[in-house]
Every structure is written in structure tokens, then in C-alpha cells.
């Protein structure tokens, strides 16, 4: 059997990584979260966007992979499985799957604004959350940013290309912790769904593919995740 995941913050929730609509409660509250992860904030504000990216390196390094991310991986001894995911994160990889697709980016990838040379060097640590901070300069003059996909650009063609691929010949697609707004990510269920394939929603919270999705379970990740692939020839029954 072959099963894909397609994962959002959600997953990454119960580890202690704020999802991206739950941070506009905090520090940041005071800005549009889509300033923080766009290129209009980047070019006008480049060091609200690099203080905001470089908290969320921070407190990554210091999360561990929760038992949503471990049962995803343990899938692997029963069935042949990808993983898509929207988290800038490397939890899932942490906790052991592979391969795993980045739809929007790393956060342990960083470069020039200008003329994309690789960053190496080690970045700064920022052990409180800082409003502002100015990103270093690379040789050129240009600005180091964060390897990350923000809105207005497009996605990166391999790890795209790989989660189309895993989509078409998935025989069960599991969507957990994503609000399924954000395009074209959000567009992989239902490609499934016209396929045919069986998509399993896994989130708290109704979404958009709620209504369409072949079994939708209102449960946490580490909740629902760690049993979903013994119960599930049972849930799809019922
Ligand atoms: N388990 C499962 N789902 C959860 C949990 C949990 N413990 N906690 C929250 N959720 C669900 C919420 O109900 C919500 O539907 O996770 C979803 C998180 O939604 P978003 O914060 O919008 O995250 P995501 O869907 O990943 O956002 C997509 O938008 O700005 C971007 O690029 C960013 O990758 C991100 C994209």
C-alpha cells in the first residue's frame, strides 16, 4: 500500500511550534502575519522578517518530533510512504521518514536576496523573541534571507514535482493539520479526490476539504495519527 501525507503546522503543533495563524496571538500580533512571510515585508521590512524567522530557528532546535510525526514514520515497516509537507520544520525527518517533500522551504536554509549564494556561516541564536534584528550581508551587497517560500513566490519545481508524483500513485492520501487555504498545496486533495484515491483529513477544526474528504476525524495528530492506519479499514466501513 502506498500512503502520502500532506501535513501543516497542525502536526507540528503539539510539539510546541505555533501554527502560523495561532502566532498572530503573540509577539507578533501587532503585524499581518502575511508581512512576516511575504516578499513586500521582506523588501520593506527586512529585519522584522529576519527577527521573526530567526525565533522560529530558535525554537525548532529546541523542539522534539511528536507522536504524530513518529507514527507517520513508523507507517514505513507497512506500507510505501511520502511525505508533503508545508512546515519549514524538519520534524518529520527528525522523527525518521523519508522521503519528505518541502512545499514552502527549510528553515535551515538560508541566502542571498540578490544573488542567491548559499549561506553557511552560523547564524545568531535568539533565545527570546526578538521584534527586529538586520540580516547579515552577503559579499555582493545583498541581503541574507531565510529558505523559505513566502506568498508571492512560487514553488520549488522539485519538491513540487515530487508531491504531485506522490499524490498520483498514493493509494490512501492522509491531510493532517493544514487549513487548506493556501494554494497550491491545497489543491493536492482534491487531485486525489478526483482520482478516486481515499484522502483522510486529520485536524480539530473543520476546513475547506472537510466536506469532501472520504473520512474526516476531529482529533489532535498525536490523538488520532498513532492508531489511524490499524483503524482505518475499520473507519472506511463505517
Ligand atoms: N493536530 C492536527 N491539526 C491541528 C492541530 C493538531 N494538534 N492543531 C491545529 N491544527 C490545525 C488547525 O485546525 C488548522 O486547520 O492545523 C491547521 C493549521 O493551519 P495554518 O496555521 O493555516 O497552517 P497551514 O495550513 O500549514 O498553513 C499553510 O500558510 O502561510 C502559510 O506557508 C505557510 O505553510 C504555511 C501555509
Redesign the pocket.
Known amino acids: 500500500m502506498r500512503i502520502t501525507v500532506l501535513s501543516?503546522?497542525?502536526?507540528s503543533?503539539?510539539s510546541g511550534v505555533p501554527?502560523?495563524?495561532?502566532d498572530a496571538t503573540g509577539l507578533w500580533a501587532k503585524y499581518d502575519p502575511y508581512e512576516l512571510?511575504s516578499t513586500d515585508g521582506w523588501q520593506t521590512h527586512p529585519e522584522r522578517v529576519w527577527a521573526w524567522y530567526l525565533w522560529r530557528h530558535h525554537l525548532v532546535a529546541t523542539v522534539e518530533p511528536n507522536n504524530?510525526h513518529r507514527a507517520v514514520a513508523a507507517w514505513q515497516d507497512y506500507a510505501d510512504v511520502a511525505v508533503i509537507t508545508?512546515?519549514v520544520d524538519d520534524l518529520h525527518e527528525r522523527a525518521g521518514s523519508k522521503p519528505v517533500h518541502h512545499l514552502?522551504g527549510s528553515l535551515s536554509e538560508f541566502w542571498c536576496d540578490t544573488c542567491g549564494a548559499r549561506y553557511h556561516a552560523p547564524l545568531p541564536d535568539m533565545p527570546e523573541p526578538e521584534l527586529e534584528k538586520m540580516p547579515p550581508s552577503c559579499e555582493c551587497g545583498g541581503l541574507i534571507r531565510p529558505g523559505i517560500?513566502w506568498?508571492g513566490e512560487q514553488l520549488p519545481d522539485g519538491p513540487w514535482r515530487a508531491a504531485v508524483e506522490a499524490v498520483a500513485t498514493a493509494d490512501v492520501l492522509v491531510v493532517?493539520?493544514?487549513?487548506?487555504?493556501?494554494y497550491p498545496?491545497a489543491g493536492l486533495p482534491e487531485v486525489a479526490l478526483a482520482r478516486g484515491t481515499i484522502v483522510v483529513e486529520?485536524?480539530?477544526?473543520p476546513?475547506p476539504l472537510s466536506e469532501n474528504a472520504t473520512l474526516t476525524i476531529r482529533e489532535?495528530?498525536?490523538t488520532a495519527l498513532p492508531t489511524l492506519l490499524l483503524q482505518l479499514p475499520a473507519l472506511l466501513e463505517n
Not at 501543516?8 to 502536526?11: N, P, Q, Y
Not at 486529520?202 to 477544526?205: A, G, K, M, R, S
Open positions: 501543516g503546522a497542525g502536526i503543533a503539539e501554527t502560523f495563524r495561532d512571510s504524530g508545508q512546515n514552502h517560500v506568498f493532517v493539520g493544514t487549513s487548506g487555504i493556501v498545496a486529520v485536524n480539530p477544526q476546513t489532535s495528530a498525536t
